[in-house]
C-alpha cells in the first residue's frame, strides 16, 4: 500500500495560462484520497485533493496563494468507472470561470470557491503525483488513491463541454488523443504489454513515470505495476 506514480517532469509547465486534465478512475472504496498534486500547499498547487471527510474534497490551482474550489460532496462511488476533467483558464476574470471540474461529462456546481485563483501556473511544478499528494513540500498527510487509472491526457486549452462530452462518449470513453489534437500536451493510455509506462502522444516527450513506494520497502521502480489497460495503485 502507499504507491503513486510520479512524473518527474510535469506536463503543465509555469506560464501555462491553460489547461485541461483528463483522465478515468475506478476506486476499490469510498475512502477519501489524494487524486494528484503538483507543487506544496500555498505555492503552486495544483491538485485533486480529498482528506477525512467530504467537505473537504477540492480541486487547487494556486500561485503563491491557496485557491480551491470545494465540491462539498465525495462524487466517485467505489467499483465504478468515472472520468475527471479539471478546466483550467487563467484569462478568465472570475474563480467559476477559471477552475472548474466535470465528473462523468457533467460540470460539478454544487460546491464553493476560495481564494484568488492565478492566471497562469506557478513556478514550482516537478514533479507531478498520480494517486498522491506525494512530497512536494505538503507530506503525505492523505492517504494514497487506491484503485485504477486510465487514460491520463493533458491539454494547453481549455476543454468545451462538447469536447468533454466526446471524451465521455455516454460512459463508453473514446481514446483522448483523439480530442483537440493540435493542443495535446501529454497523454498516457496504459496500453502497453511490458510494465512500462509510456508518453503517447507525438508532442514533447516526459519523463516515464515510475512507481514510488512509501511503505518502506524500498520498492520504487521504473516499471508501474500495469495491466495492458490500465494503471493500478494501492
Request: hydrophobic share 30%; net charge negative.
Amino acid at each position: 500500500s502507499g504507491d503513486y506514480i510520479v512524473l518527474a517532469k510535469s506536463p503543465l509547465q509555469s506560464g501555462l495560462t491553460q489547461f485541461t486534465i483528463n483522465y478515468w478512475m475506478e476506486a476499490d472504496t469510498t475512502s477519501f484520497a489524494s487524486h494528484f498534486q503538483q507543487g506544496s500547499s500555498g505555492n503552486d498547487l495544483i491538485g485533486h485533493l480529498c482528506s477525512a471527510n467530504a467537505s473537504n474534497c477540492e480541486i487547487y490551482i494556486s500561485d503563491g496563494g491557496l485557491a480551491y474550489y470545494q465540491l462539498g460532496n465525495y462524487p466517485y462511488s467505489a467499483d465504478t468507472w468515472h472520468m475527471v476533467t479539471i478546466v483550467f483558464d487563467g484569462t478568465q476574470s472570475t474563480a467559476n470561470d477559471r477552475a472548474k471540474i466535470y465528473v462523468d461529462g457533467t460540470q460539478h456546481t454544487g460546491g464553493s470557491y476560495s481564494g484568488t485563483f492565478p492566471t497562469a501556473v506557478g513556478g514550482t511544478v516537478d514533479p507531478f503525483h498520480m494517486g498522491a499528494r506525494g512530497s512536494n513540500g505538503y507530506g503525505m498527510g492523505d492517504d494514497t488513491y487506491d484503485g485504477i487509472y486510465d487514460e491520463w491526457a493533458f491539454w494547453s486549452v481549455p476543454l468545451t463541454q462538447a469536447n468533454i462530452n466526446s471524451l465521455y462518449n455516454s460512459g463508453s470513453a473514446v481514446a483522448s488523443n483523439t480530442v483537440e489534437t493540435s493542443n495535446l500536451i501529454a497523454y498516457y493510455d496504459f496500453e502497453q504489454t511490458s510494465t512500462t509506462l509510456e508518453h503517447q502522444s507525438t508532442v514533447t516527450t516526459y519523463s516515464d513515470p515510475y512507481i514510488e513506494d512509501t511503505s518502506g520497502q524500498n520498492n520504487d521502480s521504473e516499471n508501474p505495476a500495469i495491466t495492458t489497460t490500465t494503471a493500478t495503485t494501492n
